[in-house]
């Protein structure tokens, strides 16, 4: 029966979403829309109006995949109709914004959550009017408590007429609460999580502290059964159960469980911006945490630097790396892990803490695939940390991993190996074990059996297309500044790519691409990163087909470009600051109609002949 109830009233709350019309901006009210919303509500979603929301989608999807911008269009105005089942909605504010307000945390085995919708409206009496058919509005009871009844489907639902707000509800002790006054959510939510959700196109807050006091015990027993998942060898991946990848996971996920212990509210958003789809998520902490005494040492910055990085290539990263947050998770930035108690680990943490004590500043990299590229650091003491960093690859021995490949032997080290426009550069030559990598990151099949021995050829096979068998790396500095890392093939071609670097020669910045995905992310973030869509998808799509193609009925052509798409930044930011932290996504609209160009004609084709 709860089922029945809940579906019913979240189809109510999704008509309500899908019909009411609103323009760009939030409610221009010196009230912010939020006074309304119960200050302990503790899960709020919000959405800016259909309309609005509406059009911006199909814009959206016209920009990227014009052939199915009508079908989805039609698909959205069955989906209304449909809906409303003859109802009508009338009285709704043009801009008014719609809120989905759980003031309670919903519980296990309850019916139906302690919720309500509200709706802005311009006029209480025909909204409720509209949404009754005849006979339901025939049965409207008003109680001098300050609400109304009626019954809606054999389900009892409470209307309260609130300060030019419509608030729907099906439980009785939420209207009351309505009728009140009481603090609203805008004097309790931190200005700018409160600005983001209501400029959203689609938003849900979610008060972690609440979530906490009501799931505290399952979420402390979700955390063992993860770590003893991790400690029995399950998703582990590269390198099996060992204690380096133990402490590597232990690396990420305690800080993990830490900053949600700290936390005090989470942010996730959706945007459909005419160029693209924007996603955010950003999460608060307490100021006295243990969570926030890594988030002061954090600094945002624009990075203008990387638009110097060359171009041409298919993933660039950007970041400022706090010296705090180098000696603290080192290992998980190199992708090494060893045994923790070996002499080896303990001469990699402390080339990592000398690494650190020479205060690196912003790190730039532009890679392909395989491999190969440049990057560079920025420190106040780069000797050092060049010095510094020819001890850690000395610290490396065959059978531990480096870049989350492991390696076959120790690696080649010459020191001092080339002198090149003031740059002393030492020289590496890494081999990949890529058997061992792929049978300890394959995980055992449904009863414990093992991958195909074919299958796990293929894997290497197109491995090595993706990591190649090895990486030569040539690394140092010209004793100012400057330290740079360049992976090639051979010499020649690391001093060409140097070259074009220090001559800010065919820079990523001149790329038209860049500058689109730029705009769309954070002005300031911490780290930046950007794929070539089109590009890295080829190179995928193209490691699937081998990989698969003997054992799935891949039709031939399904995963080959049709054409070669042009560049596409797909971008995502992290930013780190005081009492905050966040997360954005950047999906451009010219990278879908890229794919769309690549895979599509052979995508329908598949599917109108059943594949």
Do not use: C
Request: charged content about 25%; hydrophobic content about 40%.
């Amino acid at each position: 029966m709860w089922r029945i109830r809940w579906t019913g009233w979240s189809a109510l709350a999704l008509t309500l979403i899908l019909v009411v019309p609103a323009t760009a901006a939030p409610v221009a009210d010196d009230e912010s829309p939020l006074a309304q919303v119960p200050a302990g509500s503790p899960i709020v979603v919000q959405i800016h109006g259909f309309e609005r929301t509406k059009e911006r989608l199909i814009t959206l999807i016209k920009n990227a995949v014009p052939d199915l911008a009508k079908l989805a269009e039609d698909k959205i105005e069955e989906g209304i109709k449909e809906g409303l089942e003859g109802r009508e909605l009338k009285g709704l504010a043009k801009d008014g914004p719609i809120f989905i307000v759980f003031t309670e945390m919903p519980k296990k085995g309850e019916d139906v959550p302690k919720m309500a919708v509200l709706v802005k409206v311009t006029k209480y009496a025909d909204f409720r009017d509209g949404i009754l058919t005849d006979d339901e509005r025939k049965g409207i009871k008003a109680d001098p408590a300050g609400y109304e009844e009626a019954v809606i489907k054999n389900e009892t639902a409470y209307f309260v007429d609130g300060k030019g707000y419509a608030i729907v509800t099906p439980h009785k002790d939420v209207a009351a609460q309505f009728t009140k006054k009481q603090p609203g959510l805008d004097k309790k939510l931190d200005k700018v999580l409160a600005k983001k959700l209501l400029d959203s196109d689609l938003g849900v807050y979610v008060d972690t502290v609440a979530v906490r006091k009501e799931y505290g015990e399952q979420i402390k027993e979700f955390r063992k059964e993860i770590q003893k998942m991790f400690e029995d060898g399950g998703g582990i991946g590269i390198g099996g159960a060992n204690k380096g990848n133990l402490e590597m996971v232990k690396l990420v996920m305690d800080p993990a469980f830490q900053a949600f212990e700290d936390s005090n509210a989470f942010l996730f958003t959706i945007e459909f911006r005419p160029e693209g789809l924007a996603v955010h998520a950003q999460a608060t902490v307490a100021p006295e945490s243990k969570t926030n005494v890594l988030l002061k040492a954090a600094k945002p910055t624009a990075m203008t630097e990387m638009a110097g990085l060359p171009g041409g290539r298919i993933t660039y990263t950007a970041s400022h790396l706090a010296p705090e947050y180098l000696k603290k998770f080192g290992p998980f930035v190199y992708g090494i892990t060893n045994d923790p108690d070996s002499k080896e680990a303990k001469a990699l943490l402390d080339a990592v803490n000398q690494i650190a004590k020479s205060n690196p500043k912003v790190s730039l990299k532009a890679a392909n695939v395989p491999p190969g590229g440049i990057e560079s650091w920025t420190y106040e003491d780069p000797v050092v940390a060049s010095t510094s960093q020819l001890r850690l690859f000395e610290s490396l021995k065959g059978g531990e991993t480096y870049s989350n490949v492991v390696l076959k032997d120790k690696p080649e080290i010459k020191a001092s190996a080339k002198k090149h426009r003031g740059y002393d550069l030492h020289y590496i030559n890494l081999t990949w074990d890529l058997e061992a990598t792929v049978a300890k990151s394959l995980p055992p099949m449904p009863g414990g059996v093992a991958f195909p021995p074919e299958f796990q050829t293929k894997m290497v096979g197109g491995m090595k297309k993706l990591m190649g068998e090895g990486s030569k790396v040539w690394f140092g500095t010209d004793g100012k500044n400057g330290f740079v890392s360049i992976t090639a093939d051979d010499w020649e071609s690391a001093q060409k790519l140097l070259d074009n670097y220090l001559d800010k020669k065919g820079t990523l910045g001149e790329e038209k691409a860049y500058a689109e995905a730029r705009k769309h992310l954070p002005a300031e973030a911490t780290l930046i990163s950007l794929i070539d869509v089109p590009a890295y998808a080829a190179i995928m799509t193209e490691y699937a087909q081998n990989l698969l193609g003997g054992f799935l009925p891949i039709p031939a052509d399904l995963l080959t470009p049709a054409v070669k798409g042009k560049t596409s930044f797909l971008g995502f930011s992290v930013t780190l600051q005081p009492e905050r932290g966040s997360v954005d996504f950047w999906l451009p609209a010219s990278a879908v109609s890229e794919l769309y160009k690549m895979y599509g004609d052979a995508a329908k084709k598949a599917i109108g002949g059943g594949s």
